[in-house]
Each structure stands twice: as structure tokens, then as C-alpha cells.
């Protein structure tokens, strides 16, 4: 690792979101550095389809790009190797994107997105690192005026940037290079790591709820093809006998606050807070709309539950907390829908479901086994994944110190 001290002299760069860089790095405007691109694609010359997804852009198929006729890449850009390209859309409403790709191969884009060009092609690494520092900072979200919806390059040129001298931008990019290719490898190891130990949690729930945990019982065939043999004793019924179930109610946007005194649950956990609540107790919540419809929460207290939400009580006979695991191990996204826009469950056909059922004494025994095994689980995981955000975090906080002159690259 490169050895990184900070410079002796620096200056205030007049830039809010640069401040203070060293004395002898330059001030620019970005249209001083850049051209735009607009190279159509005209007669479908060039095939080779590109898509700028969280921060990278990548490879489509175009021959199934999403629904697209082929005749849709006339109207594409045709991009090159060191060209910067920008998302400058949807700005009013996503406010998590990365919004900056630089191409490594030549091919075609969406016109949406603005594409600059390096007069110096010398300059493409580091412009991108110093763009995607802006981007990381949420730049983007604070050019122009009001509320804004996007931005066009005639507001972005404007972009008042800060450059060092060439051999250091060229010292720099190797570092950032080198640097951000180590956070990346260390991320992605502990994101399969998480993947794995979800998946072993998992396995662990299902063999539990629909095996029990006496590996000498006697066993049967349940007739139902995902859960296969079952403990001879125990018992198969329709979710609807082991619970109550039904939809929450809609709540408006401009209803639900960040903070307040009643918290409101979508179909994928909480979504803010309300005045009032409309369930108290201790109930589970299945999502029921979307792609991760079907994912339970085990909620207590007092709640608004929204349409998106089934609420879901267990009846006498049934202990919750296995319940809980229950339609976990059952895995209910399968049985979505995909007639509608996005995938859906409806309140009638989970409850239509079947399953295996022990007895209460088992019931009981199994959600003891499990929730001791799951905290440990989830703490792992836990574990990671404030690794995961330590490593990113660490990895922006690089990025912009480096291209804006904190830190000295030796």
C-alpha cells in the first residue's frame, strides 16, 4: 500500500463541496475538460449494448433487452473506451443511484444519459473518480434550482472542478486503481458470506418446521411436493386454520412522517411513522406486493399495518414464534402472482396454503432450538454487514480525499 501523508500548502479552492486543496492543484471549469457526445447510432451500426447499473457500466443482451424493438438503438448513443457517462434522470425520486460509469469498450447507450467525452484522454480515469466523488457527495442533487426532476449538460458543464498536475493524477488513479480493487475483493467475499449464512439459516428453518427435531421419528409422505416427508404424527391443515389473516389499510404518502410516534409497516418493514395506529399486540406481517413479497416481520406494540401488509394472528393451538419460522421455512414468494405489474399474494391464497403442523409441545420446542440458533446466525451476519458498510464508507471516504488534495499520494 502507497504511503499517504497530506500537503504542506494548501489554499481555499472557492468550491463548497471541495474546500481546501493544495496550492498548486488548478481550478477548472468542466467544460473546459470535456465535449458531449452525441454520436447516434444510426442504421443500428454498432450492436454492442451497454447500461449504466450502480456505478458500472455493463453488457446487455440485445436481442432481449427488456421488452426494446431493435429499431429503439437508432436513437442510441454511440459511446468509446474513457468516455464518462452520467445518469442525470429521476432525480426527485431516487436518491440512492450512482449516477457516474466510465465505458471500457466501445458501444451503444440510452440518449437519456448524458455522455462527456475528455478533450485529454489522459484525463478519463481521474475525471471519473472526481465525478464519481461529486456523485457520492449527492452533487448532482443540489445543481440548478428547486425541486428538479434531471439535469442536462448545458447545467452540468458548468461543474467547477479542482486538477493536480499530470504525474500526480496519473499516481493517483494507480493508487485508487489498486486500492479500490482490494475494498472491492474484501466486499464482495463478505457479501457471498452473507448470501451463504442466509442460505444455511434457511435450510436450518426448513428442516425444523417440516421435520422436526427427533431424527428417529417416524416418518410419511406429506403429498406435498416442497416439503416431502413429514413426522408420521404430525398433522397437515391450510394456513387458514392456524391463523388470522387480512390486509392493512392504505395510508397516503404525505400521511407517513420520518419520525412520530406510531411506526407504519409496508410489505418490506417499516416505512415511517403516523398520529395514529390501527393493530396493537404482538402479530406477524407478511409483505404482500413486490418482489420480496412473502418475507415475514414479527412486529409487537402498537403499528399502523398498510395495504401492503397481511397481518397476520395466530389462532389457539398455535405458538407464534413458530408460526413465524413456519411461513418462513414455507418460502410464500413462490406462490406470487405475476399477472400484475409486480409480483402480488393474495390474503386468499396464503390462507389456502398447506402445510405440516405439530403438536404445541413441539411447536414450542422448535422455536426455542430456533431462535437460539438464529440469534447466533443473524449476529454473524450482522457482523458483516457492518463490514460491508465500514469497507464502502471507507472506500468514498478514499476516493474523495484523494481526488480533492486531503490526502497525498507518495
Known sequence: MSEITTYEKTKDSGIEWIGSVPSHWRVHTLYQLVTQVKEKNGNLQEKNLLSLSYGKIKRKDIDSPDGLLPASFDGYNIIEDGDIVLRLTDLQNDHTSLRVGLATERG????????????DTSN??????????????????????????????????????????????????????????QIDTLIEEAKLSVAEYKKWRASIVFEAVTKGLNPLAEMKDSHIDWIGQMPAHWGILSLKYLC?????????SDQIDEAGEYPVYGGNGIRGYYSKYNYEGEYLLVGRQGALCGNVHKIKGCFWATEHAVVTKNVEGVELSFLYYLLNGMNLNRYASNSAAQPGLSVNTIQNIKTVFPPIEEQI?????LN????SI???????????????SYKKSLIFETVTGKRKVV
Not at 440510452?110 to 462527456?116: R, V
Open 372 to 375: 437460539d440458533i438464529c440469534h
Open 124 to 181: 478519463s480515469k481521474y475525471l471519473f473518480y472526481l465525478l464519481h466523488a461529486f456523485d457520492l457527495k449527492k452533487g448532482f442533487y443540489g445543481m440548478g434550482s428547486g425541486v428538479r426532476q434531471g439535469l442536462n449538460y448545458a447545467e452540468v458543464k458548468e461543474l467547477r472542478i479542482v486538477l493536480p498536475r499530470q504525474d500526480e493524477k496519473d499516481t493517483i488513479v494507480q493508487f485508487l486503481d489498486e486500492q479500490c480493487a
Open 108 to 119: 451503444i447507450i440510452t440518449s437519456a444519459y448524458t455522455t462527456l467525452r475528455p478533450i
Open 365 to 369: 420446542e422448535i422455536s426455542t432450538y
Open 244 to 252: 388470522s389473516m387480512q390486509a392493512g389499510k392504505n395510508l397516503v
Open 378 to 392: 443473524d449476529s454473524i451476519i450482522e457482523n458483516k454487514q457492518s463490514l460491508i458498510f465500514e469497507l464502502e
